[in-house]
């Protein structure tokens, strides 16, 4: 019913920029929440980023003030904006978004399938 399509990881240098796109299609009524989580090998996944559907923001320690998340809820999509990249910002991320299927039924939350980001030292 719902699906999320990510795209933007790639390579990039120590101190450049990516920004990561999140999509979400299918039959929904709205989306509320939406985050990027992120997960290195040997690792567990940890919350990068959120951003309700008010706006209101949230970061990991580790990426405030190089990371922004923002969203466009006439498209469905949620961005990760990073700058400043850093060696271990090198994982993979993943879209997560709480979705109401309908107006009266409570939102369940959907994972992407993940986008590889590698910064080169």
């Known amino acids: 019913q719902v699906q999320l399509v990510e795209s933007g990881g790639e390579s990039a240098q120590t101190g450049g920029s990516l920004r990561l796109s999140c999509v979400a299609s299918g039959t929904f009524f709205s989306i509320n929440a939406m985050a990027w989580y992120r997960q290195a090998p040997g690792n567990q996944r940890e919350l990068v980023a959120q951003?309700?559907?008010?706006?209101?923001?949230n970061y990991a320690d580790s990426v405030k003030g190089r990371f922004t998340i923002s969203r466009e809820n006439a498209k469905n999509t949620v961005y990760l904006q990073m700058n400043s990249l850093k060696p271990e910002d090198t994982a993979v991320y993943y879209c997560y978004a709480d979705v109401k299927s309908s107006r009266y039924t409570p939102g369940s939350w959907y994972w992407g399938q993940g986008t590889r980001v590698t910064v080169s030292s």
């Open positions: 951003i309700m559907s008010g706006g209101t923001t």
